[in-house]
């Protein structure tokens, strides 16, 4: 009963999502970090995605075991663990997409800035990596703070000469997942329908959702909007709360890297239309990153949208995010430049 349950729900969702049943282009994928808490559930959705050929899951251990546990899913996906340095060569060559959830994860009393130094290192050096064996593959962030790791990135591929802007994404969907879901139980709204931008960046204050904008529209009283945000924004540290020290927010950041992925392979396979937010070179503001709506295409970044008609509340929001912001884009470019 649960499978045929399992395959109904599945198939509507990606009848939903746009997947085509003819024959797409061959795709490889990698994660990693593919054993941790964000890397085992996401190398799971996606060997559930039909637009993946070839899965390869690279963590500093444990990844044969995980890769033999996802490969016996029945998808098109074949799957390849892949351990240690020695071995990420392999995992590498051929990509079309690198998902990097690597890192540790966050924990109680413990903000994103916390996480610089252990993730900083991890991050450079898997981007150097990058660099060398897939240089034109689109490059998925999601180890945090992402508005340092990003920034991390481009300069590790800038001295490696093979930095492509279009090809750089801050994973920032989690963000819009949470607006969407919070909006939907306020507005009373059909979640599936529901809509929201969410720019800025990926901690805290710098994480603006412009319900001015969701759809459909609500015309929600401003201190819902108000505590809306603040929920948004704080989202991460409910979850770390909620799991009293034993996990953060693993299973959802799986969902939102796999969507964010997903829409990154039907960009590269010329689906029209493909819009996500996300955290990258950007002169939406005086900023060098930012996250903001991007076009998705064959190139990775097709455009990156502007922020449309803002509520003073996110004018005054968007203002206040900026010096955070900055900072943390700089320190990630000072961590970069080091040696």
Same mark, same amino acid.
């Given at each position: ?5 399992a395959?109904s729900?599945a198939?509507?969702? $990606? ?20 054993a941790g ?13 039909? /637009?993946?050929?070839? !899965?390869?899951l690279?963590?500093i251990?444990?990844t044969p075991g ?8 029945? +998808? ?7 351990v240690g340095?020695?071995q !990420?060569k392999?995992?590498l ?9 690597a ?17 900083a %290192?991890?991050?450079k050096?898997l ?21 340092s790791? @990003?920034?991390?990135a481009?300069?590790?591929?800038k001295?490696? %000469?093979t930095?492509?802007?279009?090809? /750089?994404f801050?994973?920032t969907? !989690? ?10 139980g ?10 929201? #931008?969410?720019?800025?960046g990926?901690?805290?204050? *710098?994480i603006?959702? /412009?319900?001015?904008?969701?759809? #459909? ?7 819902d909007?108000?505590?809306? +945000?603040?929920? *948004?924004?704080?989202g ?9 020290g034993?996990?953060?927010? *693993? $299973?959802?950041?799986?969902y ?22 996300s ?6 503001t005086e /900023? ?5 709506? @991007?076009? $998705?295409?064959k ?5 990156v949208m502007?922020?449309?008609?803002l ?6 929001? !968007? ?12 320190k ?8």
């Amino acid at each position: 009963m649960f499978r045929s349950v399992a395959r109904s729900a599945a198939g509507k969702h $990606l009848l939903r999502r746009g997947y085509a049943t003819e024959s797409v282009p061959d795709r490889k994928v990698a994660v990693l970090g593919a054993a941790g808490g964000i890397g085992q559930p996401l190398a799971l959705l996606m060997k559930l995605n039909p /637009l993946v050929s070839r !899965l390869a899951l690279y963590d500093i251990a444990n990844t044969p075991g995980v890769a033999a546990d996802v490969s016996h899913v029945n +998808t098109r996906s074949e799957v390849a663990g892949y351990v240690g340095e020695d071995q !990420l060569k392999q995992a590498l060559e051929g990509c079309d997409v690198v998902i990097i959830p690597a890192g540790v994860p966050r924990k109680p009393g413990m903000t994103r800035n916390d996480l610089f130094n252990i993730n900083a %290192g991890i991050v450079k050096g898997l981007c150097a990596a990058i660099a060398k064996y897939c240089p034109n593959a689109l490059v998925n962030m999601i180890s945090n703070p992402v508005n340092s790791t @990003v920034p991390i990135a481009a300069e590790v591929f800038k001295k490696a %000469g093979t930095y492509d802007e279009k090809k /750089l994404f801050g994973v920032t969907t !989690l963000d819009a997942v949470r607006a969407k879901t919070f909006y939907a139980g306020k507005a009373k709204a059909n979640v599936a329908d529901v809509n929201v #931008p969410v720019v800025g960046g990926h901690a805290g204050i *710098t994480i603006l959702p /412009l319900f001015s904008q969701a759809t #459909p529209k609500a015309n929600l009283p401003e201190e819902d909007i108000k505590a809306l +945000t603040k929920r *948004t924004q704080d989202g991460g540290t409910e979850v770390v709360e909620a799991k009293a020290g034993k996990g953060s927010a *693993t $299973l959802s950041m799986a969902y939102a890297g796999a969507i964010f992925a997903d829409a990154c392979l039907k960009g590269l396979n010329g689906v029209p239309d493909v819009v996500e937010c996300s955290f990258v070179q950007s002169t939406v503001t005086e /900023l060098p990153f930012f996250a903001s709506k @991007v076009r $998705l295409g064959k190139n990775g970044v097709e455009e990156v949208m502007g922020l449309g008609p803002l509520s003073d509340y996110e004018q005054a929001g !968007l203002e206040s995010l900026k010096p955070e912001l900055k900072a943390s884009i700089e320190k990630g470019i000072k961590f970069a430049n080091q040696n």
